[in-house]
């Protein structure tokens, strides 16, 4: 018990950690997995913010001789990332409950008012016992580490696992200046709060939704005076100058032209719009309608979070405010900041914009503890019977949510993207949008493991952006090198578009559909050129995207290839094995029913049509074997029949 008593922050961290590895993803996962373990890997530009530190932290890791895949690697940094936050936020809350004097309000009465003594009258200060204030700190720990949200981001490349990490320092060191008695305009904690609190700038923006509480616990102590102002001053000065020296390595590092390079940022003007996450803020503050949308979704995910500890949280809402006021007040801020900001921004995935409403709610629930403690004291139940009850609440939530986020066994991305890159010819195009399926991870297995490196993905989405060119330029020059007019065209009459200036909306989609079509043209005749569905099903369906004259689509796969002619063009056997985890998200089941199925069902139309039905039978055995539940059309079950 000494020994856990001393060191029982870092064994919370250690046990959490080692838990956490039972759930990593052993490859790339879903939406901007691929990109970010590409950009740490080799170095490069992440789409905005740009998270310089992350990309610096995680490509230093890489160089590790661990005797893992890159991938694998930096999933094992987000697990440490979010383990060792685990550890600072125990930490903290023993921190808080040995000095949870300073967080009560003194009150003078008129009495000692009239007399002009400085005698203060105190309000009651709980007693807890050692051992009551670690086992709080623990189990609240706890019940932050295996909350659904919080513990998915230490299951794979995401530059969340970063920023919960320095967050929880951000808070340490705010609340370890607001106990430091000091006459310095600058106390060594204050500094430590500036220097991370300016490390999360340089790694996500949502850093901000700190500051509201921040501002309060500060003039609580400082108050509205000269020296207040001196000390914001100076900070200023020093988070200002971190921020700059971090994020140097957006325009040092793009300047060199490295394999991924979003947004280009080589000069101011792209500096700020890139760092600003500009082409994002369309879905900021949209409306009412989506603030209501994401509101009632973050109050439904509630329960999924927290499972039943969560009710330790909303007794520990009320009683925060009885043993701590001003902790409580910050906290409550702090939550609700959070909450408001997150829900005007109308995203899909937006869990984890809500992670700093998520540490608040386990700050409530340490109060939640002590008082469940204070009540099983009072029924007589021995210490032992205490822990089994609040050990019980943390094992439910453990319960409810290790298959939610357990990523072990999650070869999806990896298996896809390799049978897509590996089913196309040499020097092959792939013109796809795929962002959260497939062009993510084909960064990363293209660029980091060259697999298939000779294949040339275009992104659709992308083509809207300035930047891009640059990089198609760098990485593929012959690939666009037909279309330098159109290029040049689309750019001029994009430039006002994105300088936030008065553009041709009708001019700029014009001269894009025309580059889209020139860019199939200038290239099918030197290379296969492939088409992905979403583009058939979306944009060719609406006349948006139309291939030149003369060519058709023919299903290969799980692609269109661009043909000239009617003639029957021939195809691999579907041999392919894509590994599915037992649970399956949204984003699974769309692989599987968007993107795979579909595409053999129209591979075996197709061959119908040229009557090769033997050939047609094995598409839809293909189906059948490996994919059961999907509803094969009747035309095409009576064919197997």
């Known amino acids: 018990m000494k020994l856990f008593s001393k060191y029982y922050h870092i064994l919370t961290s250690v046990f959490v950690f080692i838990i956490y590895l039972t759930t990593l993803a052993p490859s790339v996962v879903k939406i901007d997995s691929g990109e970010l373990t590409t950009v740490q890997a080799t170095l490069g530009i992440a789409h905005p913010t740009g998270y310089p530190l992350f990309t610096i932290a995680g490509y230093l890791f890489s160089l590790m001789p661990f005797p893992f895949t890159e991938v694998y690697k930096l999933s094992l940094l987000c697990a440490v990332w979010c383990a060792c936050s685990i550890g600072v936020f125990v930490y903290t809350v023993k ?13 003078i009465s008129k009495q000692t008012k009239k007399k002009g003594k ?31 949200t919080f513990w998915a981001q230490s299951t794979s490349v995401e530059v969340y696992s970063l920023h ?47 500051l509201p ?9 400082f108050g509205l005076n000269r020296k207040s102002f001196s000390k914001i001053l100076v900070s200023l000065v020093i988070f200002f100058a971190i921020i700059i020296i971090v994020y140097s390595y957006l325009p ?106 998520y540490i608040s709610i386990a700050f409530f629930s340490v109060f939640g503890i002590i008082k469940l403690l204070s009540l099983l004291k009072l029924k007589k139940f ?16 453990v319960y409810s949510n290790y298959d939610k986020v357990d990523e072990s066994n999650n070869y999806t991305y990896e298996d896809y993207a390799k049978t897509i890159l590996g089913s196309v010819s040499k020097n092959a195009v792939i013109f796809t949008y795929q962002w959260d399926y497939f062009v ?59 300088n936030g200036g008065k553009f041709d909306s009708n001019l700029l989609e014009s001269v894009y559909r025309r580059l889209m079509t020139s860019l199939v043209k200038t290239n099918v005749d030197k290379r296969d050129f492939y088409v992905a569905p979403e583009l058939f099903e979306n944009e060719m369906q609406r006349g948006e995207f139309t291939l030149p004259e003369g060519y058709i689509l023919v299903p290969d796969l799980f692609l269109f290839k661009v043909v000239k002619g009617n003639d029957y063009v021939p195809a691999s056997d579907p041999d392919f094995k894509i590994r599915f985890p037992t649970l399956k998200d949204d984003y699974l089941n769309n692989i599987e029913k968007l993107f795979i199925c579909p595409m ?24 059948k074997k490996d994919f059961p539940n999907y509803r094969i059309p009747l035309e095409l079950e009576q064919v197997v029949k």
Do not use: C
């Open 95 to 107: 921190y808080t409950l040995d000095n949870l004097q300073y967080f009560i309000p003194h009150k």
């Open 118 to 148: 400085q005698v203060v009258e105190q309000s009651t200060v709980i007693s807890l016992s050692e051992n009551g204030k670690l086992i709080a700190a623990v189990f609240s720990g706890l019940l932050l580490a295996f909350s659904k």
């Open 164 to 210: 919960l990490f320095l967050l929880t320092h951000i808070i340490f060191f705010l609340i370890k200046a607001y106990t430091e008695n000091s006459d310095k305009l600058l106390p060594k904690n204050w500094v430590l709060f500036v220097i991370f609190l300016a490390l999360g700038f340089t790694n996500h923006m949502t850093t901000i939704l700190i």
């Open 213 to 221: 509480g921040v501002t309060y616990l500060f003039f609580s102590k």
């Open 252 to 357: 040092i590092r793009a300047s060199q032209n490295p394999l991924l390079n979003w947004g280009n940022p080589v000069d101011l003007e792209r500096i700020i719009r890139h760092i600003s996450g500009k082409q994002y803020q369309v879905w900021l503050f949209s409306s009412t309608a989506a603030a209501k949308k994401q509101f009632v979704y973050f109050i439904n995910s509630l329960p999924a979070e927290f499972s039943v500890s969560l009710l330790l949280s909303l007794l520990g809402l009320i009683y925060s405010f009885i043993y701590a006021k001003r902790f409580g007040i910050f906290i409550l801020i702090t939550f609700v900041t959070t909450v408001l900001y997150s829900i005007n921004y109308d995203i899909n995935d937006i869990d984890s914009y809500f992670l700093l409403a």
């Open 382 to 397: 021995s210490h032992s019977v205490s822990i089994g009850v609040i050990a019980l609440f943390i094992l439910l939530q």
């Open 440 to 498: 993510s991870p084909s960064y990363y297995f293209g660029y980091v493991e060259n697999f298939r490196k000779d294949v040339v993905v275009i992104d659709k989405e992308l083509m809207r952006r300035s930047w891009y060119y640059n990089q198609v330029k760098h990485l593929h020059p012959d690939v666009i090198s037909g279309v330098r007019t159109e290029i040049d065209m689309f750019l001029n009459a994009l430039k006002p578009f994105e």
């Open 600 to 623: 053999l069902i129209r591979r075996a139309l197709y061959e119908l049509k040229y009557d090769k039905t033997e050939r047609a039978k094995i598409y839809i055995e293909k189906v």
